[in-house]
């Protein structure tokens, strides 16, 4: 095939090529979306993993998931953690439910 009579120009985005490909071709569109949903890079794999190392050190080995999960979250999204206003948290978390214990 000449490159002049190619079905899809070299510059076009993938969505615009998976758009375009006809319903009857679903092996070929099930590739495409599967190249759509791939990341780039491992950036973000490598930085959390980085970060776990960070976290994870032998005197906080046995915490549970949940609060090394939060860890996680705080340590790799510190652009949303820094942008959260303190008086805002503070009142809701005061105005949460009382969750004192009662000993006697």
């Given amino acids: 095939m000449e490159p002049s ?3 899809i120009k070299q510059d076009t985005p993938l969505l615009d090529v998976y758009n375009e490909l006809p319903h009857s071709y679903t092996e070929l569109r099930y590739v495409y979306r599967i190249l759509y949903t791939l990341p780039v890079t ?4 490598e930085r959390s993993f980085s970060k776990l190392s960070l976290i994870k050190t032998k005197l906080r080995s046995t915490m549970c998931e949940d609060r090394l999960e939060s860890l996680m979250f705080c340590s790799i999204e510190k652009e949303i953690l820094l942008s959260l206003d303190n008086e805002d948290l503070i009142s809701k978390f005061v105005s949460m439910a009382d969750r004192r214990l009662q000993l006697s």
């Fill in 5 to 7: 009579k190619a079905f």
């Fill in 42 to 45: 491992t950036a973000h794999a």
